[in-house]
T-cell receptor, first 111, second 115 residues
């Protein structure tokens, strides 16, 4: 079974707009990570946020983490056509050593 | 390119045949994972190696599936007597052993189609 649930399942935005997607999870975590997957390809790591962190930035990405609500959000600012992909959150539970993935959010950026 | 390498990238096989996939992790990484991904879903954990030791197998991994990592280097995933339900993308990932749990580096995957 998958640990995380992303919302929305799909998102379509205009180039230049911001994209926000959310992730909820079930168990206590060591860290939470976001990955991107282009169609039919492998996953690429975007950003990692530890359980004692609340917000993290990397370029046009901003991730927040609320451990009390067991939720995270990923914001992509000033989106580009190249951001079109599926985005997955993955959790590293406290008592485990493997990542558990959600079903992902498919983002389409229209030119 | 010293990333995670998977071979083959695509495999079409007839139902009932055996298939074997190979994964070459990043050389200094001692953790290796296999995941399976079906269309529209996130990756599902199959099995995990630390060096040559297989430390966990998912209940998804039936008796028809076996994985090895001889000498803690490359890994193979074999599926015997393939079924149509085995059609999926099989992803391999590796990560370094550090003080904490860091990112996983994924290969491009092997897409299996069972006809």
């Amino acid at each position: 079974s998958q640990q995380g649930e992303e919302d929305p399942q799909a998102l379509s935005i205009q180039e230049g707009e911001n994209a926000t997607m959310n992730c909820s999870y079930k168990t206590s975590i060591n860290n939470l990570q976001w990955y991107r997957q282009n169609s039919g390809r492998g996953l690429v790591h975007l950003i990692l946020i530890r359980s004692n962190e609340r917000e993290k930035h990397s370029g046009r990405l901003r991730v927040t983490l609320d451990t009390s609500k067991k939720s995270s959000s990923l914001l992509i600012t000033a989106s580009r056509a190249a951001d079109t992909a599926s985005y997955f959150c993955a959790t590293f539970p406290l008592d485990d050593y493997k990542l558990s993935f959600g079903a992902g959010t498919t983002v389409t950026v229209r030119a | 390119d010293t990333g995670v390498s998977q071979d083959p990238r695509h495999k079409i096989t007839k139902r009932g045949q055996n298939v074997t996939f190979r994964c070459d992790p990043i050389s200094e990484h001692n953790r290796l994972y296999w995941y399976r991904q079906t269309l529209g879903q996130g990756p599902e954990f199959l099995t995990y190696f630390q060096n040559e030791a297989q430390l966990e197998k998912s209940r998804l991994l039936s008796d028809r599936f076996s994985a090895e990592r001889p000498k803690g280097s490359f890994s193979t995933l074999e599926i015997q007597r393939t079924e149509q339900g085995d059609s999926a993308m099989y992803l391999c990932a590796s990560s370094p052993r550090t003080g904490g749990f860091t990112e996983a580096f994924f290969g491009q995957g092997t897409r299996l189609t069972v006809v």
